[in-house]
C-alpha cells in the first residue's frame, strides 16, 4: 500500500494498494515497518518540486507524489549477492508498505540506494544503516530515534557546509529552524 499526496494539493490524499514488487537482479526489496511524521515532512512535501523531494520516491501516476518520511525497513527479498534477507535498516522510504532498493556499497553498515532515479539526488538521502552495526540504535528507542535522528543529522550537514565555506568568512552564526528542532543541536565553533 502507498500513501499518496496530490503535489498540488497537499490537502488530497489517498491509498493505494498493491502487491509488492520483486526485485530484479541486483535489488532488494525493503517491507517498511515503521516511519515517523513530523513538521519536517511538510517541509519536503512543501518543496517537493523546488528541492526534488518528490523524486526520491516517484508515484506511477502523473500528479501525485510520495512525501518521503524515516523509519525502519526489513529486507524481504534480495537479489544482491552482500544483502542477506532479514538484514534491518533505517533510512529514508516512502509512506509505503514496501521499497525496491538497488543497493550499492554495501559492507557491515549498511549501503546506498544506486537506483538510477536516486543517482541525481543529495547522496545524505541514499544511505541505509544495519540496525545491528549502528551504535547509537536502541530497540527501545526507535520512535524517537525516527523523530529526531534526522534533525540531528541536518544540523551536521549544516555544521560541514558552515566549516567548508569557512563560515562564509562570519565570526558567529544564528541557525533558526521553522520546521523542527535542527537548529538546537547545531553547536557552533568558536571563532579561531
Known amino acids: 500500500m502507498d500513501f499518496l499526496v496530490a503535489k498540488d494539493d497537499l490537502h488530497r490524499c489517498r491509498f493505494e494498494e498493491g502487491s509488492p514488487p520483486a526485485p530484479e537482479p ?21 518543496f517537493g ?8 520516491f516517484p508515484a506511477a501516476q502523473e500528479g501525485w507524489g510520495q512525501v518521503p518520511v524515516w523509519g525502519f525497513a526489513e529486507v524481504t527479498a ?3 549477492e552482500a544483502l ?8 529514508y522510504l516512502p509512506p509505503s508498505s514496501n521499497l525496491v532498493v538497488t543497493p550499492a556499497h554495501v559492507d557491515s553498515r549498511g549501503f546506498l540506494d544506486a537506483a538510477p532515479h536516486r543517482s541525481a539526488l543529495p ?3 541514499n544511505g541505509y544503516l544495519r540496525v545491528d552495526a549502528d551504535p547509537i540504535y536502541d530497540l527501545d528507542s526507535e520512535d524517537e530515534q525516527m523523530l529526531f535522528r534526522p534533525l540531528f543529522f ?6 560541514d557546509f558552515l566549516d567548508d565555506a569557512a563560515m562564509f568568512g562570519a565570526g558567529m552564526a544564528l541557525i ?5 528542532k535542527t537548529a538546537l543541536s547545531w553547536k557552533p565553533h568558536k571563532p579561531t
Not at 49 to 56: K, V
Not at 84 to 91: C, I, Q
Open 49 to 56: 518540486e523546488a528541492m526534488s523531494y518528490w523524486n526520491f
Open 26 to 46: 541486483g535489488q532488494a526489496l525493503l517491507a517498511v515497518e515503521s516511519f515517523g511524521l513530523t513538521s519536517n515532512n511538510i517541509t519536503y512535501a512543501m
Open 84 to 91: 542477506d534477507t532479514g538484514t534491518r535498516v533505517y533510512g
Open 176 to 180: 533558526s529552524s521553522a520546521s523542527s
Open 154 to 159: 541536518t544540523s551536521y550537514l549544516i555544521d
Open 78 to 80: 534480495s537479489e544482491h
Open 123 to 125: 547522496p545524505a538521502y
